[in-house]
């Protein structure tokens, strides 16, 4: 496929976003809600947990480091946020060994989702079998139950073709996920590089036979932004489609900005 021509013709075909209750309502389910800051303490993330649960609903995920999944699991327990963490972050290059001690010890303290950095600068370096490898470690690691979101770091990829063959290695490895970005690198995620991301889904979907999803994360600030990525998913995968099983926002600013709305 030439992912260019494939890209810019769903790009063009996008219809413009404006904030509205409907949309904010959409969106409110579909957060990660995400705080992976060097001066997070437990009482920044007592009170970051305190926007996982809205007028408009929950949002699906509460994402922290792991020093804090303890804490999050216990503090969301009986509700149905999910309690999120990563691994081999941000740089992804810890060895496979130590990774998956990493999952062990944030499942045995309560994590329900592993968000995993692929290993893309080895990766970039040619060693595609190492990652394929390395993603069904992870996923096996994780079990059936467990999301496993594998990070992309599509701002170090760049390449459409790069980034389609990732995110096909990544899914074929056993990801429940791919997402876009760590957030911990200049370029973010893109409307170019989601757009990649979920063509390659729905062509890879029917093949494994499972339920395949995309995470955007990396720069999504505001209501529009994230609208704009929820219209790319309909345009491409359906309406149906974008739902949290299958769709995420990874945002902190952004649960702030549809708070604010829903008080005016």
Known sequence: MYWGEAVKERLQALRPVKTSPELIQRIVPLVDLTSLNAADTEESIAL??????????????????????????????????????????????????????????????????????????????????????????????????VALKVILETGALRDAAIIADASLDALTGGADFIKTSTGKIPEGATLEAAAVMLLVIRHAAPQLKRLLGVKIAGGVRDIVQAGQYLELADQIMGHDWTRPETFRIGASKLMDEMLASLAL
């Open 48 to 145: 970051f947990c305190e926007k996982a649960r809205t007028g408009l609903g929950s949002v699906a995920a509460v994402c922290v480091y792991p020093r804090f999944v303890r804490q999050v699991a216990a503090q969301l327990s009986g509700t149905t946020v999910r309690t999120a963490t990563v691994v081999n972050f941000p740089e992804g290059e810890t060895s496979l060994e130590s990774v998956l001690v990493e999952i062990g010890r944030a499942l045995e303290d309560g994590a329900n989702e592993i968000d995993v950095v692929f290993p893309y600068q080895r990766y970039l370096a040619g060693e595609r079998q190492y990652a394929r490898q390395f993603v069904t470690a992870c996923k096996a690691a994780c079990g059936q139950h």
